[in-house]
């Protein structure tokens, strides 16, 4: 089967970087996605890694390292609305297998 | 509007009621799929469907059916709702199945069976 680990909270004020780990088992891989996810609301889709190294989107970037199994997200100039649900999810066998998510949480 | 809609977005039923929820989207995806999300459990995959008539089970199948008879429609099916079934369910799109990636998803329904 397919494990993703993540943390479960982070909690950071305004202005501040926050690096979200992701661990990964999984047979098949071909690559690593991250979504946000507002309260109640439906995932966005933020990033891909279908390659080892940095994605740069404005001021998210995702990292991959294939032969650690290893991501991560990270979130610069937080602000008030990055508060949210952020996945990991591995895209292997035709499926989407998602981390069980990391609350950040930013503080004034 | 690019989309993913769902329906209905709330619903309420007893156990053994047969119910369907309807998915649609209008973008031209062959790539659909079904998610359940519990809490601190993530999106855990039900089944998905690479193009029209080709459907396959996810990670959670039993309990739930598919089909997809058009491009644009996968509804999922609880043909004998149970209590463990209670939970917030989304429907997804992609391009196709080496974009599955990148998905769209639609806004949620939640479902309570009591």
């Known amino acids: 089967g397919q494990s993703l680990e993540q943390p479960s909270e982070v909690t950071a004020v305004e202005g501040a970087i926050v690096q979200i780990n992701c661990t990964y088992q999984t047979s098949g891989f071909y690559g690593l996605s991250w979504y946000q996810q507002h309260d109640g609301g439906a995932p966005t889709f933020l990033s891909y890694n279908g390659l080892d190294g940095l994605e740069e989107t404005g001021r998210f970037s995702s990292f991959l390292s294939r032969s650690d199994s290893y991501g991560y997200l990270l979130l610069q100039e937080l602000q008030m609305k990055d508060s949210a649900s952020y996945f990991c999810?591995?895209?292997?066998?035709?499926?989407?297998?998602f981390g069980a998510g990391t609350t950040v949480t930013v503080r004034a | 509007e690019a989309q993913v809609t769902q329906n209905p977005r709330y619903l309420i039923t007893v156990t053994g009621k047969k119910l369907t929820v309807t998915c649609s989207q209008n973008m031209n995806h062959e790539y659909m799929s079904w998610y359940r999300q519990d809490p601190g459990l993530g999106l855990r995959q039900i089944y998905y469907?690479?193009?029209?008539?080709?459907?396959d089970k996810g990670d959670v199948p039993e309990g739930y059916k598919v089909s997809r008879k058009e491009k644009r429609n996968f509804p999922l099916i609880l043909e004998s709702p149970s209590p463990n079934q209670t939970s917030l369910y989304f429907c997804a799109s992609s391009l196709g199945w080496q974009a599955l990636y990148e998905q769209y998803f639609g806004p949620g329904t939640r479902l309570t069976v009591t």
């Open positions: 999810a591995s895209s292997n066998d035709y499926k989407l297998s």
């Open positions: 469907s690479m193009n029209v008539e080709v459907t």
